[in-house]
């Protein structure tokens, strides 16, 4: 179904594909809109087992809009790049993922976006509960579950 990756000497092992998404800051969700185009949209995530969250608010917005049409997505990060201009290539490690999104709710909902708080604002855990609940209803959290992971690097 995924095609082979090329630059095998370049693949990693789906653990360190893993453990480099696991450390990402930010990702690109892939989707195909209700228009038959592609949208791709940088967010906030955070890796748990097999599925990757992410959240937004805003319902009805095109992430959610092309989930409802197409719940088939990517996520990409690229991370720890370096260009080396005299040698006219460029230092990376990459993670690409294929699964399929759903909007989710109450306890997963809650327990993504605590998920989320501990992640990118641990300092901060009371208040970031608090933003929780004062915007619960507001939030939307999408669950993208892994079908396939494929890691990507040049170490120079």
């Known amino acids: 179904m995924f095609k082979a990756m090329r630059r095998k000497d370049r693949q990693l092992s ?68 370096e260009v080396l201009e005299d040698e006219f290539v460029t230092n990376y490690e990459s993670v690409m993922v294929f699964g399929k999104a ?11 976006l605590v998920l989320i708080v501990d992640k990118y604002s641990p300092n901060f855990k009371k208040q970031g509960l608090e933003h929780i609940e004062e915007d619960f209803d507001k939030a939307c959290v999408v669950k993208i579950v892994i079908e396939h992971v494929t890691g990507k690097a040049r170490r120079g």
């Open 14 to 81: 789906d653990d360190e594909s893993r453990r480099i998404l696991e450390q990402g800051e930010y990702g690109v969700i892939g989707t195909i809109g209700a228009n038959g185009y592609p949208c791709s949209t940088p967010l906030n995530y955070v890796l748990e087992g097999d599925n990757i969250y992410v959240h937004f608010f805003i319902k009805g917005g095109n992430i959610h809009e092309s989930i409802n049409v197409n719940d088939k997505v990517a996520f990409t990060y690229v991370g720890k790049t």
């Open 102 to 112: 759903e909007i989710v709710d109450d306890e997963e909902k809650r327990h993504a």
